[in-house]
């Protein structure tokens, strides 16, 4: 792949490291603030908001210049998040923080995807994809344990006793750590390659953006097979992140778990979906990549099995088996994705239309389940009702492909007979 892939790579696990131990972290802040349980994942929301709603902008900024600084620039933005983090005396005021933290992912994005489309030929793209999602996902697997692990009442005492001059509390010290983790993502962007692509922008216009944006939009969700990858990855981003706060108020519930405990089963469901990548990327060419949706399906029913565990090792077993679903049919769909919006019109452009929908997903399933949390409905029926969702839309999806195949096959067909009648006629 080259030493400019593997620094890539070093930037986006200390920087996914960093993301997945802040949300812990940021977590333990809410309930040490002694806010309501539906405010925990409106902490997502607010990290994705600005995926939605700067989509339009973020990226023409992606491909304005060499995507390594626009990886810099935005970590750096993480960094100045924490420091609000850092100080927060309030819930809302938290949230506020951890926004500036989600704006910063947002810019990250496009750029952190759409370099790999400027640095590889199309036919290594599932492969890289594979290796970097499975990095990805080892980074959220240790940045849940670390987050963990931080909160944990035995390394908070450390950390006290350790006297950061500047930090009264354990949270505070940890959101201390985790920017210097962002700080070590940060010198590593500086380090990229420049791909030689022109990065000029040929209009700043705002109006225009926003135009070119809903142009490139509705050019993704028109294209036959861009539309079936681009409503599979949205549904898996939406589901993910919900799943995320399932499974921690389900150990708590099911297993006993406090929320350091539970974190670290957040990471057993990452090693699953690290090991589905890396054999979706050993197994599965980008021509093959829509042979996996009904793996989908399958994820979604295993899901509902969640209710009938109450020992860890079967917790343990099921929650690699549903990563493991995840991680092999998101990669090989993922990288057709990102090749046709390429191909149609620009990685940068292509990635924010990607993020678009797949946060604006993320934002209304979080809502859905805040409310449910709100309104007090048990954690088991909420899965059922998870895994019924994501079974149905992913089957829906399917035969939704299937009609896109039949009609491809008829418009063929049709070409095939058409010179032939026109000979026979003459």
């Known amino acids: ?22 949300l812990i972290v940021a977590i333990a802040l809410l309930i040490e603030l002694h806010a309501p349980a539906y405010l925990t ?17 973020v990226g023409a900024f992606a491909d304005s210049m060499p995507k390594g600084r626009v990886m810099f620039i935005s970590n750096t933005v993480k960094i100045i998040g924490c420091g609000l983090l850092f100080f927060s005396s309030h819930q809302y005021f938290a949230l506020a923080a951890y926004a500036v933290v989600g704006l910063g992912a947002a810019a990250y994005s496009p750029a952190k995807y759409g370099i790999l489309t400027e640095l590889l030929p199309p036919e290594k793209l599932v492969i890289a994809n594979g290796w970097i999602e499975a990095l990805t996902v080892t980074s959220i697997v240790l940045g849940t344990v670390l987050g963990g692990i931080l909160i944990t009442p035995a390394v908070s005492a ?8 500047f930090a009264e509390t ?33 209009k700043k216009d705002p109006l225009f953006l926003v135009r070119e944006f809903t142009h490139c939009f509705q050019l993704l969700w028109r294209d036959k097979l861009g539309q079936i990858s681009l409503a599979v990855t949205t549904l898996f981003w939406g589901a993910g992140a919900t799943l995320q706060f399932i499974v921690l108020e389900w150990a708590e519930v099911a297993l006993n778990y406090p929320l350091n405990q539970a974190a670290q089963l957040q990471g057993v469901f990452a090693v699953g979906v690290a090991i589905g990548a890396i054999g979706a990327a050993k197994l599965i060419s980008l021509r093959q990549s829509v042979k996996v949706i009904p793996l989908g399906i399958a994820m979604g029913l295993v899901v509902m099995a969640m209710i009938f565990v109450n020992e860890l090792w079967i917790a343990i077993a099921l929650l690699i088996l ?90 063929h067909l049709i070409g095939a007979i058409k010179p032939n009648t026109r000979r026979a006629v003459k």
């Open 1 to 22: 792949m080259g030493r400019g892939f593997y620094t890539i790579m070093a930037a986006q696990f200390f920087s996914s490291l960093a993301d997945n131990a802040l």
């Open 41 to 57: 994942p409106m902490l997502k929301f607010v990290f994705v908001l600005f995926y939605v709603t700067l989509a339009p902008f």
């Open 158 to 165: 450390v950390l006290l006793e350790f006297q950061f001059s």
């Open 170 to 202: 354990a949270v505070g010290a940890s959101i201390f750590l985790i920017a210097m983790i962002y700080g070590i993502a940060a010198i590593f962007n500086l380090y990229i390659p420049n791909t030689g692509i022109d990065h000029r922008i040929l």
């Open 322 to 411: 549903m990563g493991g679903l995840a991680g092999f049919f998101v990669v090989p769909m993922n990288a057709l994705l990102q090749h046709r919006g390429y191909i149609l019109m620009g990685a940068g452009h292509s990635i924010a239309v990607q993020n678009f929908n797949e946060n604006l997903s993320i934002l209304s399933m979080l809502l859905l389940y805040a409310a449910l949390i709100l309104f007090d409905v048990h954690i088991y029926v909420v899965i059922v009702l998870f895994g019924l969702f994501v079974s149905t839309i992913m089957a829906v999806i399917r035969y939704w492909h299937i009609l896109n195949q039949r009609k491809e096959d008829s418009l």
